[in-house]
């Protein structure tokens, strides 16, 4: 089983600041990795597929690059509406697993 | 709206079953296969079981192979998910999501919440 790991657990950020969130994949994972935002009580919502294809919808402000097993999620300018736990996943084979997540909060 | 509701949540003594349903509208549900992802209370998101376009493939996380059954009718565009065993640890809101042909999870229903207790 892959395992997925997250950086840092907490980032705090201020509105208007750049954020940068990374994964990393036990093993090679090529492209298939997905990012997910989840604010609470709501169910998560695909932002990026493929490492770095943005989802229909999705601002141009969140970007997603990487490939192997280093990926990163970077939101160029926080927005209020952006505070949420975001979690990668991989897709390249049996078992998919997300990892743990990282909150990003307000600082 | 392309839109998945699912149903069949509550609460179940441990060793016991429950079915979920996920009612799929809006879409041709025979594109696409579709999977149950679950969160535990204050956690993460777990990965638990996936179903292709028809059927003829399932896959499992080890943590519920042997006591989850996946299944989809595709003629009423509805996604199953039998838990026979239940344990605690499954307590869980179960959501239901689309596999798009990006390989990710696109769209997801708004959860059920399975709480296995005494």
């Known amino acids: 089983e892959i395992v997925m790991t997250q950086s840092p657990a907490t980032l705090s950020v201020s509105p208007g600041e750049r954020a940068t969130l990374s994964c990393r994949a036990s093993q090679s994972v090529s492209n298939n990795l997905a990012w997910y935002q989840q604010k609470p009580g709501r169910a998560p919502r695909l932002l990026i597929y493929?490492?770095?294809t943005r989802a229909t919808g999705i601002p141009a402000r969140f970007s997603g690059s990487g490939s192997g097993t280093e990926f990163t999620l970077t939101i160029s300018s926080l927005q209020s509406e952006d505070f949420a736990v975001y979690y990668c996943?991989?897709?390249?084979?049996?078992?998919?697993?997300f990892g743990p997540g990282t909150k990003v909060d307000i600082k | 709206e392309v839109q998945l509701v699912e149903s069949g949540g509550g609460l179940v003594q441990p060793g016991g079953s429950l079915r979920l349903s996920c009612a799929a509208s809006a879409f041709t549900f025979t594109s696409y296969p579709m999977s149950w992802v679950r969160q535990a209370p204050g956690k993460g998101l777990e990965w638990v079981s996936l179903?292709?376009?028809?059927?003829?493939?399932?896959y499992y996380a080890d943590s519920v192979k042997g006591r989850f059954t996946v299944s989809r009718d595709n003629s009423k565009n509805t996604l199953y998910l039998q838990m026979n065993s239940l344990r605690a640890e499954d307590t869980a809101v179960y959501y239901c999501a689309r596999r798009d042909y990006s390989h990710a999870f696109d769209i997801w229903g708004q959860g059920t919440m399975v709480t296995v207790s005494s």
């Open positions: 179903i292709s376009n028809f059927g003829g493939s399932t």
């Open positions: 493929g490492a770095s």
């Open positions: 996943q991989h897709y390249n084979n049996w078992p998919f697993t």
